[in-house]
């Protein structure tokens, strides 16, 4: 009688191969950099208390993120207004430099425009 490979035995229970390395968080980019903007964001807990409370911290903190955090990738603009199409900075300092122009003293404002996209590890 022969053994099978330790591979096609974990195969045959069901065990998927994984090619990640223990301890090495970069998996995904774009979730862990979500997730040290969660950590590091004044309030949150060493431990939560129950599942509720994590949820209750995290509905809180997504919502800030998304509709009030300026992010200074996107034109210091707010995901959601960018993803809405509320993005209309250059039109709203072109409006103000006409009705004020004394408030400029160079010259009238130029916005940073949104990049067209936008990298966590840009591929080379």
Known sequence: MRSK???????????????????VSNDNPYSESQFRSLKYRPG????FG????????????????NDQ?????????????VHF?????QLIMDAAYL???ERFVRKAPVVNPL???IWINKPD
Do not use: N
């Open 5 to 23: 490979h330790v591979v096609f035995l974990l195969d045959d229970l069901g065990v998927s191969k994984t090619h990640s390395r223990p301890y």
């Open 44 to 47: 949150f807990p060493d431990r």
């Open 50 to 65: 129950c599942i509720q409370d994590c949820r209750a911290f995290c509905q809180e903190f997504f919502a800030w993120y």
């Open 69 to 81: 955090h300026c992010h200074s990738g996107i034109a210091l603009l707010t995901p959601a207004m």
């Open 85 to 89: 199409g509320q993005a209309q900075r």
């Open 99 to 101: 009705a004020h122009p």
């Open 115 to 117: 990049p067209e996209k």
